[in-house]
């Protein structure tokens, strides 16, 4: 059974600032995923990446496969980035996601 | 158009009842799963299904049964509900494996409380 760990569990930085949430897990995986929640409670799905890096806007996510470990950054940090951010994995088929317990991330202007 | 819709987004009912929750995806996707989120926020999944194998999650009771009538629907079924089955429930929806860039894509929750 994967268990899925992720640091910080809180982050509070201001607007601007460089960002980096850690996640790490324990077995073989097919892909790992970073996941956002807004306070109004939607999940949104930011990344799935099984190696590398993967950009989308000012958001990048990296991949270590042999250390069973990725990052997720935020560049030029804003409030509107302010969320619940989720790592997860899977390891493949139709197994569903095992959560990491979420980073709180506030921003402030 | 939604891509993943869940009915209803909330329901609050007594202890003991009997509830379902609908999800639909229009996203062509042959896997849907349902997660529960606790209290604490925490998500776990529960069911995983793609037509033709059914995933369950062990530590789920058997009070929760999913029900598939078609491949863009499944839905949650709850019997004698408990004040502990009290959280918020998200379909998600994927195609299967993981191999491509596809993730899942969730449904806006169904926060279900039991008085």
């Known amino acids: 059974k994967n268990e899925v760990e992720q640091s910080p569990q809180n982050l509070t930085a201001q607007e601007g600032e460089f960002i980096t949430i850690n996640c790490s897990y324990s077995v073989g995986i097919s892909a790992l995923h970073w996941l956002q929640q807004h306070p109004g409670g939607g999940i949104v799905s930011l990344f799935m990446l099984s190696s590398g890096k993967k950009k989308h806007g000012r958001l990048i996510a990296t991949i270590n496969i042999q250390e069973k470990h990725s990052s997720l950054h935020i560049t030029a940090s804003h409030p509107r980035d302010s969320a619940v951010y989720i790592c997860?994995?899977?390891?493949?088929?139709?197994?569903?996601?095992?959560f990491g317990k979420g980073t709180h991330l506030i921003i402030q202007p | 158009d939604t891509a993943v819709s869940q009915t209803p987004k909330y329901l609050v009912t007594q202890m003991g009842n009997d509830k379902s929750i609908k999800c639909e995806q229009n996203?062509?996707?042959?896997?849907m799963y349902w997660y529960k989120q606790d209290s604490k926020k925490f998500l776990k999944i529960m069911f995983s299904?793609?037509?033709?194998?059914?995933?369950i999650n062990e530590t789920v009771p058997n009070r929760f049964s999913p029900k598939s009538p078609d491949k863009a629907h499944l839905n949650l079924h709850i019997n004698s509900l408990e004040l502990g089955d009290s959280a918020v429930y998200f379909c998600?929806?994927?195609?299967?494996?993981?191999?491509?860039?596809?993730?899942?894509?969730f449904g806006p929750g169904t926060r279900l409380t039991v008085l």
């Open positions: 997860a994995a899977t390891e493949g088929g139709a197994d569903g996601l095992t």
């Open positions: 299904y793609n037509n033709k194998e059914l995933i």
């Open positions: 998600a929806s994927s195609q299967y494996g993981t191999s491509g860039s596809f993730g899942q894509f």
């Open positions: 996203l062509g996707h042959d896997t």
